[in-house]
């Protein structure tokens, strides 16, 4: 089962906005990542965050994790046309180096 | 060439045949998965490997089998294909840095059509 929901599953902005997507999910974790994915490609390591970090920011991107809540949210400030992609949040937890994808948010920029 | 390779990048087969996806990477990480991504369901991993000659079972193993007798080479056969296996196939990998998870590096993906 998917640990990760995200949540819009689908969201369509103008460029220069800002965009924000949500991931919840069920049980503790290790570390929580954000991975982008464009149409017909694999995924992209964006950034991550450990349980202990509440804040992080790399360039237009800024992930929060609240453990208490068990969900976390990316902001991409200023978007561009070239941001529209598929998003996903992944979970990792307990000892293995495994992580558990959710079903992704479809982000459009629209130029 | 650095990275993570994936071949065939498409592939049609017809139900009951043998299908092997190969998986190629040059960094010498320890850890590599096998992924498929359907609609609806995310990525869900299938199988993984922490090292060579050590595999695991992921979230959706049945019908299918791995191998990894190299560190860089991480093979992913269906025995007898089905058209539920119909779907696009990505291989990731990633180093063992520490004993939580790290940064996972995706191969291009390759589209399996089961006929």
């Known amino acids: 089962s998917q640990q990760g929901e995200e949540d819009p599953q689908a969201l369509s902005i103008q460029e220069g906005e800002n965009a924000t997507m949500n991931c919840s999910y069920k049980?503790?974790?290790?570390?929580l990542q954000w991975y982008r994915q464009n149409s017909g490609r694999g995924l992209v390591h964006l950034i991550l965050i450990r349980s202990n970090e509440r804040e992080k920011h790399s360039g237009r991107l800024r992930v929060t994790l609240d453990t208490s809540k068990k969900s976390s949210s990316l902001l991409i400030t200023a978007s561009r046309a070239a941001d529209t992609a598929s998003y996903f949040c992944?979970?990792?937890?307990?000892?293995?180096?495994?992580?558990?994808f959710g079903t992704g948010t479809l982000l459009a920029v629209q130029p | 060439d650095a990275g993570i390779t994936q071949s065939p990048r498409y592939k049609i087969t017809e139900t009951g045949r043998q299908v092997t996806l190969m998986c190629h990477q040059t960094?010498?990480?320890?850890?590599m998965f096998w992924y498929r991504q359907d609609l609806g369901h995310g990525l869900r991993l299938i199988y993984y490997?922490?090292?060579?000659?050590?595999?695991d079972k992921g979230e959706v193993p049945d019908g299918y089998v791995v191998s990894r007798s190299k560190t860089e080479n991480f093979p992913l056969t269906l025995e007898s294909a089905t058209r539920s296996q119909t779907s696009v196939y990505f291989c990731?990998?990633?180093?063992?840095?520490?004993?939580?998870?790290?940064?996972?590096?995706f191969g291009p993906g390759t589209r399996l059509l089961v006929l």
């Open positions: 490997s922490a090292a060579a000659d050590i595999t």
């Open positions: 992944a979970t990792g937890r307990g000892a293995t180096n495994k992580l558990i």
């Open positions: 049980t503790s974790i290790n570390n």
């Open positions: 960094w010498s990480h320890s850890y």
């Open positions: 990731a990998s990633s180093e063992l840095k520490t004993s939580v998870q790290e940064t996972q590096y």
